[in-house]
């Protein structure tokens, strides 16, 4: 079933951007590591969920396996699913602007 909008879980959304340079599992991890600055750090058991998961949405798609290490990249479907997410996350944050007004 392909993926058709609406909120992201967190890991989707930095796995997908961590996806915008392919990566493999371990350089996966690292990498939304740096991406999310030491804020988000997800383990093998939920990474490997969500890239099964993903890959059924066709938002990433298997680019490399040498049978022990598999590469992902993000598809163009995923890209576009990434951007949308993007454009959801800074309405939110637009239309939370009043929280900011009252500190002033």
Request: some cysteine; charged content about 25%; glycine content about 10%.
């Amino acid at each position: 079933m392909p993926y058709h909008g609406g909120p992201m879980t967190e890991a989707m959304y930095y796995v997908l951007l961590a996806l915008i340079r392919p990566n493999h599992g371990y350089q996966l991890m690292q990498a939304i590591t740096d991406v999310s600055k030491g804020r988000l750090q997800m383990g093998p058991g939920t990474l490997y969920g969500v890239l099964s998961r993903m890959q059924k949405d066709g938002l990433i798609c298997l680019e490399d396996s040498d049978g022990r290490r598999k590469t992902y990249r993000i598809t163009a479907e995923g890209e576009v699913a990434l951007r949308m997410e993007y454009a959801r996350l800074k309405s939110v944050i637009e239309d939370s602007e009043m929280l900011e007004e009252g500190d002033k």
